[in-house]
């Protein structure tokens, strides 16, 4: 067993929430290269039975929590948040925990944290979306997700939103892209990145064993 695999033994389920808007089998398969099982699900019945709780996601804000609406999955997600049961939202996933969206209007999201998603500025030397390799300055509020990924290491971003939060607290990590902006954010057992540990090769597998760990 490698350094970054978990003990299906020792950790539950996790449930990946298939809304229609993830690289849903890409997560699925990272999750499990580290030994943790997970299922994907659509249900509200499967999401209030999760024990651990993954929302991943790519594409348009509004289009994301209009299905989330449609399947009737947003209350079950907020009552595993507020239970404080480990959650891991990815990408579009961390936008949506947030109050506001400005992508293509303004669009309400689910609240869990104060604050909103607003596009990269126009700059002359950088591309939106951002993307590709960037590196990470974590916070101590990242030390257990991060926990055996040094301070400085490069994951893989694809947006071209990020959020700004209202709650210093809650900021795990910055990366610096024109100005830095906050790629990860944690409460409780509550973690979200704006990075994609599914795509960011050793790092992002030792991540998502540990959230696995949790």
Not at 184 to 192: C, I, L, S
């Amino acid at each position: 067993m490698s350094s970054f695999e978990a003990s299906r033994s020792a950790t539950y389920m996790i449930t990946i929430i298939d809304y229609g808007m993830g690289n849903l089998r890409s997560v699925q398969k990272a999750c499990e290269k580290v030994g943790a099982a997970a299922e994907i699900a659509s249900t509200p019945r499967a999401v209030r039975a999760a024990e651990k709780l993954i929302l991943p996601g790519v594409g348009a804000f509004r289009d994301a929590i209009h299905e989330l609406q449609r399947l009737d999955l947003v209350e079950p997600i907020r009552e595993h948040l507020r239970a404080d049961r480990p959650f891991l939202g990815i990408c579009l996933g961390l936008q949506l925990l947030f109050d506001v969206s400005y992508e293509d209007g303004e669009w309400p999201g689910l609240g869990v944290f104060a604050g909103d998603v607003v596009r990269f500025p126009a700059h002359a030397e950088l591309k939106v979306p951002h993307m590709g390799w960037n590196t990470l300055e974590p916070t101590p509020a990242a030390a257990r997700l991060l926990k055996g990924i040094p301070a400085g290491t490069a994951v893989y971003f694809v947006h071209s939103y990020y959020v700004r939060p209202r709650d210093e607290s809650i900021v795990a990590a910055r990366t610096e892209y024109g100005g830095k902006f906050v790629s990860m954010v944690a409460r409780g057992q509550t973690f979200a990145t704006q990075f994609h540990p599914e795509k960011s090769q050793k790092a992002g597998l030792q991540l998502l064993s540990n959230f696995a760990a949790l």
